[in-house]
């Protein structure tokens, strides 16, 4: 429980604010951009919330994978247009009620909101790096944006009690454990891909 606990003071409670900024409601459609840890869990945080649908973008099988574990019903592989096209496909033209931005790209941003049905919302919680809105654009899709660094202590008594009563196991986005000595190792594999979240020991 340890581990699980352990991503409450950051990564799954980043998930969640992620959620909550979209506005995720039980038997919504749910669309999450980023296959990182914060992505992930904003899945299980979908899921904790009642979506109905949750399609989690992602190209690496063993994301897709534990995406499918914490609740993602469909998985997209493509991004950019031809990502938007696929999710517009499998709304049947609508787009999706609410979009998790777990990255902080343009290109993810950009991708995020045209993914979003009108009068939806995007929750953003990647930290922007280069995002430049258009705001004619934005004016005319409806679409809500709500984010920021996440109010994680907010959230905490909630989170520890889902946690407690073991109704979500959000450690699992641990897959390398190392000492502390090897911090610098631990943010290598995650900086290129070999890991989603490392676990640090004394």
Request: aromatic content about 4%; proline content about 5%.
């Amino acid at each position: 429980m340890i581990p699980s606990l352990l991503t409450l003071s950051d990564v799954m409670g980043t998930g969640w604010f992620a959620a909550v900024a979209a506005n995720v409601k039980p038997g919504g459609t749910v669309a999450v951009v980023g296959d990182g840890a914060v992505g992930l869990l904003g899945v299980l945080s979908a899921k904790q919330k009642g979506a109905a649908r949750i399609v989690a973008m992602s190209r690496h099988a063993t994301r897709q994978k534990l995406a499918r574990e914490f609740g993602a019903t469909d998985i997209v592989t493509e991004r950019g247009d031809e990502g938007v096209t696929r999710i517009t496909e499998l709304t049947k033209g609508i787009g999706a009620d609410s979009v998790l931005e777990c990255v902080g790209t343009q290109e993810s941003m950009k991708q995020a909101i045209r993914s979003t049905r009108p009068g939806g919302s995007v929750g953003y919680v990647g930290v922007p790096h280069g995002v430049e809105l258009d705001g004619e654009k934005l004016f005319f899709s409806h679409t809500r944006l709500h984010g920021g660094p996440a109010p994680v202590r907010r959230f905490l008594p909630e989170l520890i009690d889902l946690v407690w009563k073991e109704k979500m196991n959000p450690g699992r986005v641990f897959d390398l454990t190392l000492p502390l000595d090897q911090v610098a190792e631990g943010y290598r594999a995650m900086d290129e891909r070999r890991a989603i979240k490392a676990l640090l020991k004394p």
